[in-house]
């Protein structure tokens, strides 16, 4: 196994010391201090109720904390050298970390995770988010279940979140990786996730990890993966996912990790996605979904404003990707005054597929092509708030749906421009 | 021997005990059912293993209701087993092997068919009367909980006779004896002097925590029947210095602590909640449960001594553990339900552990390293197999299984004659498993038994001395050091099926040579890095450090 | 009189015949370098023109912001520019390649120096392409990044870059070329110092305000004003 040289000597020492598992939780961190207390013990107490009899360790791929996270997560470890823990276990319960190389970033964390499982040669594994702070004990095994009971090979996360937290993932990646893939993956970027040991291991000696594919979240890889390798995908409810707190220098590094990920990824699956047709729901356990509707204060001027900026200041640059027709669209939303401001779905649909192609095309630096997208991604999250200002939550999820079948009604459209010029 | 007794009051702390059914060893009279006389016979192979104890099951007269513990007459033997001269017998011969001899005896209670109690009960003004615990209504002693409750509903049973009610913690036919009364303290002291002179090294006491009652308590481990057993023993000690008693009491370690008094009540108590651990850290493959079990455990007093078992005469109990630590112990070693009983597992200790030779050794090597005095049961030193058909816990009591030929050289008898049935199933059968062709084949079990046993005589420091756990991270290995004086013994254990490395933190002992006891030989010697063993699946290393 | 003269002139047209005689072959070979040349040329032109069709040379000249520049001047596209400029070349050299053939000295030293001067020439060339490609790449950077952090004027500041960029690139071609060198080196360090010392005064004075607002947001973390209203994308 060549991963074995990307681990530090210290901890092979300590896999040696945990030996086979059964079940592996992955805790990426950097600098999280602050909830990861909390979290790790609540991750333990949902291993001891749910799989109490099992082998099972908590791994930490940590970018070089110096706020004491790597500590805070190994003091939950079970063992009789301590036996003063109040916790009552059948087993114990080892709890390591190590330090990987480089700069912070989740691609790495991440394929040491993976890597580790296959070294433990753990049947199920799940990763956890040090951000979730709404998490329960049952998110575990509702992640761990499907895998180790059921045969699934991932499973990824529903959530009962607001109806304006995660407008990327409703208004973008969901009905696109729905229309392009066939399946209607909520959450195809997901920070807390399950897989088998059999995925993993797939995952981990397919890539090619040295072509920088680690540096942008490979969390969407691992799931369109999945998909295109046959894999069993499922979907389970976890629970009330408070919206994290955001900056607004932090889109472009989000859709970098999320649609520039997609878009490399469609020129190696071309094959798959093109030959799909209509989409099929997954396996899904658990409860509903049913979104929060509570008021969340808005900036909506600041969108539209950023919108119009993007489309002036950066006409130069939309003119090498988007169609003439779109661009002149675009131009005519951007001088609308704020009450008729409209960024349609349609338009919208034809803005990303247009997108897509220039990134295949590299008609300029692909990672210029995805900062260019932030301003008219705000232009739609105004329409996309302003639509659904006062909506129920059936209606809301009526317009996600419309969306999704909009995506995939003009999905010929993007094979056309996908095919000319080839 | 007992001219020897004198000189080491402790033997038992050095003794390896073997439990056994006189019933069950061996027939000297060809009627079927073991005798004093058979057992005789079969010392020379009790010394050959190496034992130097053996605890006889009860051999009392008995109506045998309740497998001889309740008890009809404690000055003679049942007839079935011989006469008293054959026991006064083996006692010499045992004692002539340098093999030590310990008796049960039951001091709570009594059978019904007693004398005694045909006597107490026949009138209210009988001087006997007060030897048990009568009552005209049955409701003294609210707060006291019923033992066998599959049988029965009180504590208290009516006596059409004497028209009152009788005390008994245990059956219905075996009434407790009244231990206010000094003169049962007295008779009970008789009894046991009785034994004591015949030449007996020591007494196992049953249902010891139930002596005395006393309103608004649970009647259980008072103040007063501690008393009582201090008088005992001191009587004891004045009397027959060098013998030994052993509480029977099923019992967590910090609840057991008090019968050890102050090196004044009992010399030796059974560590119940070890046994069941052992078994499930060996599932788990994790040493978790035996160590914390052990750190659970109390100090005792320097005379004092744990006894160590795998298995005995009643069911593997699961009384001491939690529930979902019985349900994980029932998952993995008794899926066929038949095998439960009770709260417990009526097996073998082969059969238990499927007869994988490699765990059975495993287990064996606990039992002889960890503090405490070994007992084996009879069977178990050739790996006898166990036949559930039997109902109850006679599964595994079954008769020895000697040679391969006629009742497995257990009787001349019949085999229908037989008390009961001898195994024959291909894996554990007589044919496959008895001690002669064991003493043939010189890797058999017997004879690994036999070597383990020396190894551990030829050091007195696992009887003696101290013990300290080594944390490897590795928790499937289970490391430990036995100290006394200036030897230091290393034991290592891997609990897994697998092939295990581990390192330990031995840089207290910088510059030791390890020698392993079984071979003698070398091992590098101890500097300042972790000292890397590797071990095989189920292995344990034994090493005696040596500072060259 | 006559006969000298005579003799005179048969003497001169002799010298003339003579010398013609005695140039002509070498006349013919260069006519026939300058063909072969030409013919070459040709070849390497249309050889040329396809690979760089094939490596899509147009694309990075857009890039680098080149094909504008040819299209504001009604030049054609780079491909067919550089192809040209490449066949021209050749051509020529091969032309004076002929005429060194002719033995003219004075005119061999400049056929020299020509050559020696190609290399440079293409140096330079290379420097220049190169350079435009970055301060396009840079200047675009700086405009997306410009825009989505909200910072005014982002065409300005794209802008500023691709100068400062040009005018460094354009200092070094000059060098390379070996064009007034030493006036270049000084103007060059006038022009970069003036338009830094301008951007900074226009920063410093004009985004007084701006240059708050931005070191507050990236050293005091509690202005919640501006973000308190960020939805989670994801």
Not at chain 2, 353 to 359: E, Q
Request: contains cysteine.
């Amino acid at each position: 196994m060549e991963d074995g040289n990307f681990l530090t000597d210290d901890f092979l020492r300590q896999l040696i010391n945990v030996g086979e598992v059964d079940i592996l939780v992955g805790l990426p961190t950097h600098n999280n201090a602050r909830n990861v207390g909390s979290i790790v013990h609540t991750i333990r107490d949902g291993i001891l109720r749910g799989f109490p009899r099992e082998r099972a360790v908590i791994i930490n791929a940590d970018g070089g904390s110096r706020d004491g996270t790597p500590e805070l997560i190994t003091s939950v470890s079970i063992d009789d050298a301590r036996p003063a823990s109040s916790v009552y276990a059948l087993r114990t319960l080892h709890a390591i970390s190590t330090k990987y190389a480089g700069t912070p970033h989740s691609g790495v964390a991440l394929r040491t995770i993976l890597a580790a499982a296959e070294l433990l040669r753990a049947k199920a594994c799940i990763v956890m988010s040090p951000e979730s702070e709404s998490i329960t004990p049952e998110w575990v095994s509702s992640l761990l279940r499907p895998v180790y009971y059921d045969g699934f090979d991932l499973v990824t996360p529903t959530y009962r979140r607001h109806k304006f937290d995660g407008l990327l993932m409703t208004n973008l990646l969901y009905p696109m990786v729905r229309a392009l893939y066939g399946v209607r993956i909520r959450e195809a970027y997901m920070p807390e996730f399950g897989f088998s040991g059999r995925l993993g291991s797939e995952f981990l000696g397919k890539n090619r990890w040295n072509d920088g594919i680690g540096e942008n979240g490979i969390e969407l890889s691992l799931t369109l993966a999945a998909v295109t390798s046959g894999f069993r995908v499922c979907q389970s409810f976890l629970g009330k996912k408070d919206p994290v707190e955001r900056h607004a220098a932090d889109l472009v590094p989000t859709l970098r990790q999320t649609v520039g990920v997609l878009f490399s990824a469609l020129e190696s699956d071309f094959e798959l996605w093109s030959a799909v047709s209509g989409s099929k729901e997954v396996s899904t356990t658990g409860s509903d979904q049913e979104l929060v509707l509570d008021p969340l204060r808005v900036n909506r001027k600041r969108l539209r404003e950023m919108f119009v900026r993007g489309v002036s200041e950066l006409e130069s640059v939309f003119q090498s990707i988007v169609s003439p027709s779109t661009m002149s669209e675009l131009k005519r939303i951007a001088g609308l005054g704020e009450e008729e401001f409209s960024y349609p779905a349609e338009l919208w649909v034809r803005t990303v597929y247009e997108f897509a192609a220039a990134y295949r095309k590299s008609v300029i630096n692909r990672d210029h092509i995805i900062q260019a997208l932030a301003p008219l991604f705000r232009g739609r999250v105004f329409t996309f708030v302003v639509e659904n200002r006062s909506g129920s939550a059936n209606d809301v999820a009526n317009n996600i749906e419309g969306l999704c079948l909009e995506f995939e009604r003009l999905k010929p459209y993007l094979l056309e421009m996908w095919k000319s010029k080839e | 021997m007992n001219s020897n007794s004198n000189k080491d009051a402790l033997w038992y702390k050095d003794a390896i005990i073997y439990q056994v059914h006189v019933r069950a060893f061996h027939d000297g009279n060809g009627d079927g059912i073991g005798d004093f006389l058979g057992l005789e016979q079969k010392l020379d192979y009790l010394q050959e293993l190496g034992i130097t104890a053996i605890w006889l099951m009860p051999f009392f007269p008995s109506p045998l209701r309740d497998d001889g513990y309740d008890i009809a007459d404690y000055n003679s033997v049942h007839p079935s087993y011989g006469t008293l001269e054959h026991f006064r017998k083996l006692l010499d011969s045992a004692h002539q092997r340098g093999i030590r001899v310990i008796i049960e005896m039951v001091l709570n209670h009594t059978s019904d068919q007693h004398p005694w109690f045909q006597e107490a009960r026949s009138s209210q003004n009988n001087p006997r009367r007060d030897w048990y615990v009568w009552s005209d209504t049955d409701t003294r002693y609210k707060n006291t909980r019923i033992i066998f409750l599959d049988t029965e509903k009180s504590n208290w049973a009516w006596d059409p006779t004497s028209k009152s009610f009788y005390w008994h913690r245990f059956f219905s036919h075996q009434p407790d004896l009244n231990y206010d009364n000094p003169e049962v303290r007295e008779q009970m002291w008789n009894v046991m002097k009785v034994w004591l002179e015949m030449g007996v090294d020591g007494f196992r006491l049953d249902a010891v925590p139930y002596l005395v009652e006393r309103e608004d308590t649970n009647c259980e481990n008072l103040p007063e029947t501690h008393s009582i057993l201090k008088e005992l023993r001191l009587r004891l000690d004045q009397n027959f210095p060098g013998r030994m008693l052993l509480a029977e009491a099923n019992q967590w370690p910090a609840d057991l602590r008090p019968y050890f008094g102050d090196s004044d009540e009992f010399h030796m108590a059974f560590h119940f909640p070890l046994m069941p651990r052992m078994f499930m850290g060996l599932k788990l493959e994790d040493r978790k449960p035996i160590t914390e079990i052990l750190h659970q455990t109390p100090e005792i007093p320097p005379s004092c001594q744990w006894s160590l078992f795998l298995r005995n005469h009643d069911e593997l109990t699961l009384e001491m553990v939690t529930d979902i630590e019985r349900d994980y112990m029932y998952d993995m070693y008794a899926q066929d339900k038949t095998t439960r009983l009770n709260l417990g597992i009526r097996r073998r200790l082969a059969p238990l552990l499927n007869n994988d030779r490699r765990r059975i050794e495993l287990m064996n090597v606990m039992l002889m390293s960890l503090p405490g005095t070994p007992i084996i049961y009879y069977g178990d030193e050739i790996g006898m197999g166990d036949n559930i058909s039997l109902g109850d816990r006679n599964g595994v009591r079954t008769p020895m299984q000697w040679t391969g030929g006629w009742n497995a050289g257990f009787s001349t008898a019949e085999p229908e004659k037989l008390y009961a049935p001898i195994i024959h199933d291909p894996v554990y059968g007589y044919p496959a498993v008895n001690v002669t062709s064991q003493k043939e084949c010189e890797h058999s079990l017997f004879h690994w038994m036999r070597r383990i046993i020396a190894v551990r005589k030829s050091s007195a420091v696992f009887g003696r001395g101290s013990i300290e756990f080594l944390y490897p991270v590795n928790h499937r290995t289970l490391a430990y050091l036995r100290q006394l004086g200036s030897e230091t013994v290393l034991i290592v254990n891997n609990l897994s099926s697998a092939a295990q490395a581990v390192e330990l933190d031995l840089r207290r002992y910088k510059g030791n040579v390890l020698i392993e006891m079984f071979g003698n030989n070398l091992f590098p010697r101890v500097g300042d890095l972790p000292y890397l063993l590797t071990l095989g699946p189920y292995q344990s290393y034994w090493f005696r450090l040596r500072r060259v | 009189m006559r006969e000298m003269i005579v003799n005179e002139l048969t003497q001169a047209v002799q010298d003339l015949a003579r010398g013609f005689a005695h140039y002509l072959p070498r006349l013919i070979v260069m006519l026939i370098l300058a063909f072969a040349g030409w013919l070459i040329a040709y070849l390497i032109k249309i050889i040329l023109r396809s690979v760089l069709r094939f490596i899509k040379f147009d694309r990075l000249s857009e890039n680098a912001g080149a094909s504008q520049l040819l299209a504001k001047a009604a030049l054609p596209s780079a491909t067919e520019m550089l192809s040209r400029f490449v066949f021209w070349i050749t051509w020529l050299g091969f032309i004076l390649l002929g005429v060194s053939v002719l033995g003219i000295l004075g005119l061999q030293e400049q056929v020299a120096r020509f050559f020696l001067f190609l290399p440079r020439l293409f140096v330079a060339v290379v420097i220049l392409f190169f350079g435009m490609l970055a301060a396009g790449f840079s200047a675009r950077a700086a405009l997306l990044g410009a825009v989505n952090a909200n910072v005014p004027s982002p065409r300005l500041l794209s802008l500023a870059v691709r100068s400062i960029i040009m005018v460094f690139v354009l200092s070094v071609v000059f060098e390379e070329l070996g064009l007034a060198e030493q006036t270049m080196l000084v103007a060059f360090g006038i022009a970069f110092g003036a338009l830094m010392l301008g951007l900074a005064i226009a920063f410093g004075i004009g985004g007084k305000d701006l240059a708050r607002r931005f070191l507050e947001e990236k050293f005091v973390r509690n202005k919640k004003e501006q973000d308190e209203d960020e939805l989670s994308p994801l």
